[in-house]
C-alpha cells in the first residue's frame, strides 16, 4: 500500500527529529523535506524562495515516491514541513491522493508555544517569533483533523 506520513508542527516540535527516527527504523524510507529543498534550490535551508518553486519540487519528490513505493524499492515516504495552516495541509493531500497514495497517516507534534521558542531561540536557524506566533495562531483555529482527509491522525501532545 502506497503509505506517506505528513509530519505537522511549529517549527521547533521536533519534526525532523522524529523523521530521522523513522528513517533510523527504515532507512530505505524516502523523506520529502521543505527544509532539504530550500538548500538544494537556494543553497541555504534558511532562505525562504518563492513557495512555487519549493511547492513544484515537492509534488516532483512525492511522484517520484509513489512510484518507487509501487515497484517495492521503498516501503513508504515521509513529508517534513510545518503544515500549520488547513489550506496547506488540504493541498498536500489533495496532490496525495491524486498520485496515489492510499494510506496517509497525519503526525501532529503538539508542543506548548514556549517550548518552540525557546528550542527556537537556540537553533542556528532562527525562525522569526512573529511568524512562530502566527503558525500557532493557524493550529489554535484549525487544528489537524482526521476529516481533512487523513486516513488516520496521531497527536503527540506534550501539554500540562
Not at 118 to 139: C, F, G, I, K, S
Request: glycine share 6%; charged share 20%.
Amino acid at each position: 500500500m502506497t503509505r506517506l506520513i505528513i509530519l505537522m508542527g511549529l517549527p521547533g516540535s521536533g519534526k525532523t527529529t522524529l523523521a530521522q527516527h523513522l528513517l533510523t527504523a527504515s532507512p530505505e524510507r524516502r523523506l520529502i523535506s521543505t527544509d532539504a529543498i530550500r538548500a538544494q534550490l537556494f543553497g541555504d535551508e534558511a532562505v525562504q524562495g518563492p513557495w512555487l518553486q519549493v511547492w513544484r519540487e515537492v509534488q516532483h519528490h512525492l511522484q517520484q515516491a509513489v512510484k518507487h513505493i509501487s515497484q517495492g524499492q521503498i516501503p513508504d515516504a515521509i513529508y517534513d514541513a510545518t503544515n500549520t495552516a488547513r489550506r496547506q495541509r488540504r493541498r498536500v493531500l489533495t496532490l496525495a491522493r491524486s498520485l496515489g497514495f492510499r494510506e496517509i497517516i497525519g503526525f501532529w507534534l503538539d508542543l506548548p508555544l514556549e517550548v518552540c521558542l525557546t528550542r527556537n531561540r537556540q537553533r542556528d536557524r532562527v525562525v522569526p517569533e512573529a511568524v512562530m506566533l502566527r503558525m500557532h495562531r493557524q493550529l489554535l483555529g484549525a487544528p489537524p483533523a482526521l476529516e481533512e482527509g487523513f486516513t488516520s491522525l496521531i497527536r503527540q501532545s506534550w501539554h500540562q
